[in-house]
């Protein structure tokens, strides 16, 4: 029993093919219809042609990354309702069609932030990274936001004002470039303006507000979830800390076990994304799998180099500060249990998350973090470590 090797797959304009990723060895797929606008129901007929795709190539479509939570539903907003009506249709549609799990997030605005898209390892290959400085300058400076002031110590403010100051204009356009596209559909030219009156949206919502609001949430989709044959799993928020003003409730473990309290369900799970969590310095990764492994529906593996400023940037699979040799052990041992309890997802998706860009990937047009010679790498490098631990727990 090993964990099932899966590759996101951005659809049939990703560069990086079906049949590039059956050759790195991974036999599930990680896809999502992101053709169909926010709002609109995933038809059967959609969601099959999309599946026939994958299947005709000899792969499964394993997990749905994403179907997007609207924003409406993240604010509260009036029309919330209608639009939770779409996500469960979408729900009951990907049940119909046989797609066993639905990763999502609760994340306002941004689905996640760097940025640096290309930062340079020692190596010769590029990273993604979150530097606290550089993100202070572009919310400080750039942005401007109202009440941005406030949320920077004197020193903080200093640093920023410095940093921008040794950037020429084309470098702070690609530093605003780089964060905004963590907007869903950001492949839209978002001016700042339109950004901001993205962030306005939730000016009156606070940490409290959002939990209530993703709890309502919950409480709507998990029955059908359960009823459809469909594990939900919430994706934990990417970098785990407020921004922008934004409050962020699905970053440590007590948030994890708060929103999984809300509905007692399988259907109810996680996305246990060792990168998004990894970047907090208090989550206790290997800690995390071993009390909640029983409601880890998917499996995000990459790791990050923590700074002491709360910057971060990717590091390879194996190495930063994630300790992937205890995680993988501690979900040998999760995958154990659910087969001998006579759990039928006792393999657990696994994909993994990010990579370097390197060798010919560093001169071609690819998704940020989605080439296809950092994952393979990265999948050979967890697939080893997954049979080594194995082995060694059968002595």
Not at 23 to 29: L, N, P, S, Y
Not at 127 to 137: N, Q, S, V, W
Not at 304 to 315: C, K, L, T, W
Request: charged share 25%; proline share 6%.
């Amino acid at each position: 029993m090993s964990m099932e090797q899966s590759w996101r797959w951005y659809g049939p304009n990703d560069p990086v093919s079906l049949s590039d990723i059956r050759q790195a060895g991974a036999t599930g797929i990680v896809n999502a219809l992101h053709e169909i606008p926010v709002g609109q129901v995933w038809t059967v007929e959609e969601i099959n042609k999309r599946k026939k795709i994958i299947e005709d190539a000899g792969l499964r479509w394993s997990v749905v990354e994403s179907v997007p939570v609207a924003e409406e539903i993240k604010s509260g907003g009036k029309h919330r309702d209608e639009f939770i009506e779409v996500f469960q249709e979408c729900i009951r549609n990907l049940g119909k069609c046989g797609v066993p799990t639905i990763c999502y997030n609760f994340m306002p605005v941004l689905d996640w932030t760097r940025t640096h898209l290309d930062f340079p390892i020692e190596d010769g290959s590029t990273a993604l990274r979150f530097d606290a400085i550089a993100f202070a300058a572009f919310d400080l400076l750039i942005l401007k936001r109202p009440t941005a002031e406030k949320e920077y110590d004197a020193q903080m403010r200093e640093n920023a004002k410095a940093y921008l100051g040794k950037l020429s204009e084309q470098e702070q356009l690609v530093l605003q470039q780089s964060i905004i596209a963590g907007l869903p559909g950001s492949d839209k030219n978002y001016s700042l303006a339109e950004f901001q009156e993205q962030l306005d949206h939730y000016k009156n919502i606070d940490e409290q507000q959002l939990r209530e609001n993703l709890a309502y949430f919950l409480k709507k989709i998990i029955p059908i979830a359960e009823e459809s044959g469909v594990k939900m799993a919430i994706h934990p928020d990417d970098p785990p800390r407020p921004l922008l003003g934004l409050p962020r409730v699905v970053s440590t473990e007590a948030d994890a076990i708060s929103l999984l309290e809300v509905v007692s369900s399988p259907a109810n799970g996680l996305t246990f994304c060792t990168g998004s969590f990894g970047a907090h310095p208090k989550n206790d990764l290997p800690g995390m799998v071993e009390r909640l492994g029983h409601k880890i529906n998917f499996l995000h593996l990459r790791s990050v180099q923590r700074e002491p400023d709360g910057s971060f940037y990717e590091a390879n699979h194996l190495e930063g500060d994630a300790n992937m040799y205890q995680v993988v052990k501690a979900v040998v041992k999760e995958m154990r249990k659910r087969q001998a309890s006579g759990r039928k997802d006792d393999q657990i998706p696994m994909r993994p998350d990010h990579g370097h860009k390197m060798l010919d990937d560093l001169h071609k047009k690819t998704n940020p973090g989605y080439t296809a010679i950092g994952r393979l790498r990265g999948l050979a490098e967890l697939r080893g470590l997954e049979m080594g631990i194995s082995y060694t727990l059968q002595q």
